[in-house]
């Protein structure tokens, strides 16, 4: 017989234990790591060589002039420096024209984007059988740039705003859906489960079983969209959509003697930025804190 009264007999312990199991998993997490870091200095290297390679005068030949531009345009401000009060109200008709394509944008893409994110969310799907193929469209409204949709529109229905606010509106389905639907998948279902349980139908069930519980979010997303869309519909306005984009454009085209509009361009869309953030903050303060 074994005597075990006195426990197992001394000496190192085999097998292994919750220790040796959690360094193994550190080992292969720095393992795959050390991986991934390689790969991706890898593709940075060759990225750079390759790009330097096909740039028409050298990266490292013209990096000493990188701030001539720059230097250029602020220098040429800065002794028109008076001007830029005037500027502000001469282009401030431009700019409201550039908000009401970013405002209208946001406002049908993300009315598009919440019904797509609700049909494409797992266990809240008016038909779950759909849900990839709502998807897919997410991701193709993703991918194709503002900018290409904007030209086709521009060739079909002329230069104007109309080409802008679809381009846009319509890349805002697929960026805002993705997020919506991310939001959505965390949404506690109990609500949904006690509406189903009383009758209720799939519209009923998503307005007041889910809507209340995304809506913080959805609005802050929205906001940080039309952030996004402003910066959009200006550089639409490269391609004749209209707006401040189409003003900054000529002023660049004219070069010297026009930089002092080009920054008073950028100071509008900076200051623009900046209210549209603060206004955000201010929204999701009183929507997830309920106060100012």
């Not at 609700?118 to 503002?146: H, I, K």
């Not at 606010?165 to 805002?176: F, R």
């Not at 004749?240 to 100071?267: E, N, R």
């Amino acid at each position: 017989m074994v005597d075990v009264a006195f426990g197992p007999e001394p000496g190192p312990k085999r097998g292994n234990g919750p220790g040796e199991s959690y360094l193994a998993m550190v080992r292969r997490k720095r393992m795959y790591g050390g991986i991934l870091l390689a790969v991706f200095v890898a593709m940075m290297a060759a990225g750079f060589q390759l790009a330097d390679g096909r740039n028409a005068g050298g990266f490292w030949d013209g990096l000493h002039r990188l701030g001539d531009f720059p230097s250029e345009v602020l220098a040429e401000a800065w002794r028109n420096r008076a001007n830029i009060p005037g500027l502000f109200w001469q282009f401030l008709p431009s700019l409201i024209e550039t908000l009401n394509i970013a405002a209208l944008s946001t406002l049908l893409g993300g009315l598009g984007a919440m019904m797509l994110a609700l049909l494409a969310t797992r266990g809240l799907a008016r038909w779950p059988r759909l849900t990839p193929l709502f998807r897919r469209l997410m991701d193709a409204l993703r991918a194709v740039p503002e900018i290409v949709v904007a030209l086709v529109l521009i060739f079909i229905l002329g230069g104007g705003p109309i080409p802008a606010v679809i381009a846009i509106a319509l890349h805002t389905v697929g960026a805002l859906g993705k997020l919506f639907s991310e939001v959505a998948e965390n949404a506690d279902l109990k609500p949904v489960e006690g509406l189903t349980s009383v009758g209720a139908g799939w519209g009923q069930r998503m307005v007041l079983g889910v809507l209340p519980q995304v809506a913080p979010n959805w609005v802050s997303y929205a906001l940080l969209r039309f952030e996004i869309n402003v910066r959009a519909s200006a550089i639409l306005g490269f391609v004749g959509s209209g707006g401040i984009g189409y003003d900054l454009k000529l002023a660049m085209q004219w070069g010297g003697g026009k930089y002092d509009q080009v920054v008073a361009i950028f100071l509008l869309l900076f200051l623009t930025i900046v209210a549209i953030d603060r206004l955000s903050d201010h929204v999701r303060a009183r929507l997830v804190k309920g106060r100012v």
